[in-house]
């Protein structure tokens, strides 16, 4: 079991920054990926941003060139930089991260945090 914990949501104006958190109970080096996901209101979940093992990085669209997914190995955290926010990239933000068991791929899931951009 992998217990994952964001912060760093908040209320921010257009073209503002943020940086998400995701502190991770184990190593973070045993993932096979880590993800950054967020859910609008009446919209499906999507992935913002990727980082897998031996791949690298992946971005939707969107956000590319604004949002930056990194890892931090000595402390377990997985970060997510915002900047040039916009209102649309209002979602709820939730944490993933995945690794290969016994009977294949396992994911976990942190509570999200919410991230408000005001136009």
């Known amino acids: 079991q992998v217990h994952l914990v964001e912060s760093g949501g908040g209320l921010v104006p257009a073209g503002g920054s943020l940086r998400l958190s995701c502190a991770a109970s184990g190593s973070i080096v045993s993932f096979t990926a880590m993800g950054w996901y967020r859910q609008a209101p009446e919209k499906q979940r999507e992935m913002v941003a990727s980082l897998t093992s031996g791949v690298g990085t992946d971005y939707a669209h969107s956000v590319k060139g604004r949002f930056t997914i990194s890892g931090d190995n000595a402390n377990d955290t997985v970060y997510l930089q915002m900047n040039s926010l916009k209102p649309e990239d209002t979602a709820v933000y939730y944490c993933?991260?995945?690794?290969?068991?016994?009977?294949?791929?396992?994911?976990?899931w942190g509570q999200g945090t919410q991230v408000t951009v005001s136009s």
């Open positions: 993933a991260v995945f690794l290969a068991g016994p009977g294949g791929e396992l994911g976990f």
